[in-house]
């Protein structure tokens, strides 16, 4: 599934992450203890940050200068409304400049989206947006080998991938 496309279903879904069912909890208690590596603060940049703004809340709150990016108008129309005097980009990680280095970045439930084939160059391209001694927190499917998917997600036909847990460690011990 090409980027587009994926903008295009989450525009359609965006409405899901506003509604009180949503586990606000997601991914929160793995933020604290990456945050636990750190010796201070400083910039955060959440990667596929959607509408919610649960991850940009709790790094807002440890006292993080925090920016969103997401390639979704409509989930980032949403996290405007969250955090009106926010950074948000509206742009593909595949091939966004970063505009400086972050001392955390999170990509919770976002580049498994990315093409397959564009994984470990977007997340090499992640490490590099770190400033020195910054952290990265992600997720990713724990594959062997490289996989593709295609799952329904509030009715729309949504593209995972993972490279394999071998070449994700080779890509962060060479980062």
């Known amino acids: 599934m090409k980027p587009e496309q994926t903008a295009a279903i989450y525009n359609q879904i965006a409405q899901h ?21 750190m010796s201070g603060c400083g910039t955060a940049l959440d990667v596929g940050c959607g509408s919610s703004g ?3 809340d709790f790094l807002l709150k440890r ?11 409509e989930m ?21 400049e970063f505009p400086k280095r972050y001392n955390f970045i999170s990509a919770w439930d ?6 397959l084939d564009q994984q470990l160059l977007v997340l090499r ?3 590099d947006g770190l400033a020195s001694g910054g952290i990265l927190i992600f997720t990713t499917g724990g594959v062997e080998r490289p996989e593709e998917v295609t799952n329904p997600c509030f009715g729309q036909p949504l593209y995972h991938a993972a ?13």
């Open 63 to 73: 006292g993080f200068e925090v920016e969103g990016l997401d390639i979704s108008t």
């Open 76 to 96: 980032l129309k949403r996290a405007r409304l969250h955090h009106p005097n926010l950074q948000f980009y509206q742009a593909d990680i595949c091939t966004w």
């Open 17 to 37: 992450w506003d509604c009180p069912e949503f586990n606000h909890a997601n991914g929160i208690e793995q933020h604290a203890r990456a945050l636990q590596f």
């Open 125 to 127: 391209r992640i490490c």
């Open 163 to 175: 490279p394999g847990i071998s070449a994700l460690i080779n890509t962060m011990e060479q980062a």
């Open 110 to 115: 976002s580049i498994w989206h990315v093409p």
């Open 54 to 56: 649960r991850i940009i």
